[in-house]
């Protein structure tokens, strides 16, 4: 029976889910159409998909650059982050002079490090990459730190009376019970790589979803704008929708 009521309940999220889609696309249209409204200012929804589909060649090139980028900052910042909290957490000592720092570096919006980033590694991929990586790696390391601090403290004192080390503390103990919350900020942070990486391609690049943005911006083609936006928030649920399943299949205990 609970399975049953799981499963209802799942597709009664899906339908809803449909359903307002549907409402979204039929109010827009008919806003458009009603009202008409020019292009520059809101274009109907058939008019950007029959852009998508007039220009699925340039904005599948771009979508997948962009996607790259995004996928290997997020890599490289996950790893970074928890593989950080880790050193952090086994170096009480190091801890006290990294955090503030972190959390102080971590309170100056990401994009604002753009223009550095690029002079430094110039407009290919690679600024991407460390762009997305930054904004990644801030979200897990600090739920990481949150989440390694969080375990049971008489579980910690009955493994070190068993005479486990440190390293063993983290491995059987603390990481598990940092898992569900280094999960969600895994999570939260694939539309996080997605958005930093199309806010650096727009100040900087040479290929991207970003990129063809800004082009179409200085063309004063919003319809092709709205074209890219489209096809970014596609890969963004996609990639969302891979890391919660990911997700649910790893941390089934959540």
Known sequence: MNARAKNAGKTADILWG????????????GSVRLFQLPAYVLPG????LKSVVDQQSTLIDAA???FMEALGGYVIGSVGGILLAVLLTLQPTLKRWCLPAASAIN?????????????WCGMGMESKIVMASLAVGFTVFLSAMTGLDQANQKSIDLLRSFGASKLALIWRLRLPAALPLIASAMRVSTT????VAIVTEMLGAYGGLG???YQAVLQIDFVQVWSAIFVASAISLAFFGVV????KKVIFWK
């Open 45 to 48: 929804i058939s008019e950007i």
């Open 18 to 29: 449909l359903a307002g889609a549907i409402l979204l696309v039929v109010i827009w249209e």
């Open 107 to 119: 309170s100056v919006p990401v994009v604002a490090y753009a223009p550095l980033i690029l002079l």
């Open 244 to 247: 919660s399943a990911a997700e």
């Open 64 to 66: 997948w650059i962009t």
């Open 192 to 195: 996080r790589s997605i958005i």
């Open 211 to 213: 990129w063809v943005i």
